[in-house]
């Protein structure tokens, strides 16, 4: 088992990697705890999914990296200029950001959880506040919400 931590930026090392404390904790203690798994086997399966994926996750980044920095080279040389939204598409669709619409297709929502399979999302989340000052409706009419009284 690792040391305690001795400052904020101290690492653990599990399988190669080198974990946060934080991550570590929650893991060691929170997540896998109950579940059957055992801690050496997913670290090692973790370290795997790692060493597995980081080389097409730095290219995909140095990926986006180009992309944007061609986004941004575009915007620079036509400041000033009125937008033309069809020169800036086949831009896009030349520099490989944007694809063209690919077939119709069917999802089978097979061993998820109902509320995850049948309501669509995402879903409108309004923060709580008292009702005296939330707005009961729009401009346009729409109701919202409105106070329980």
Known sequence: MAAAPSDSYSR????????GHELDDFVM???????????DNFWQGFAQLI?????????LLEQRETIQAAI????????????DAAAYRAFLEELGYLQPEGPDFAIDPTN?????ATIPG?????????????????PS???FCSSAS
């Not at 203690?29 to 801690?39: E, F, V």
């Not at 998820?112 to 995850?116: Q, S």
């Open 122 to 138: 995402p879903q409108l989340v309004v923060p709580f506040r008292t009702a005296s000052k939330l707005p009961t409706s729009t």
């Open 51 to 59: 060493a597995d994926f980081a080389p097409r996750n730095r290219a």
């Open 72 to 83: 941004d080279a575009w915007h620079k040389e036509r400041v000033g200029q009125p937008h």
């Open 112 to 116: 998820v959880d109902p509320e995850l």
């Open 29 to 39: 203690n929170q997540a896998l705890p109950g579940s059957g798994i055992d801690p």
């Open 141 to 143: 009419g729409t109701t």
């Open 12 to 19: 653990i090392d599990r399988n190669g990697l080198a974990v």
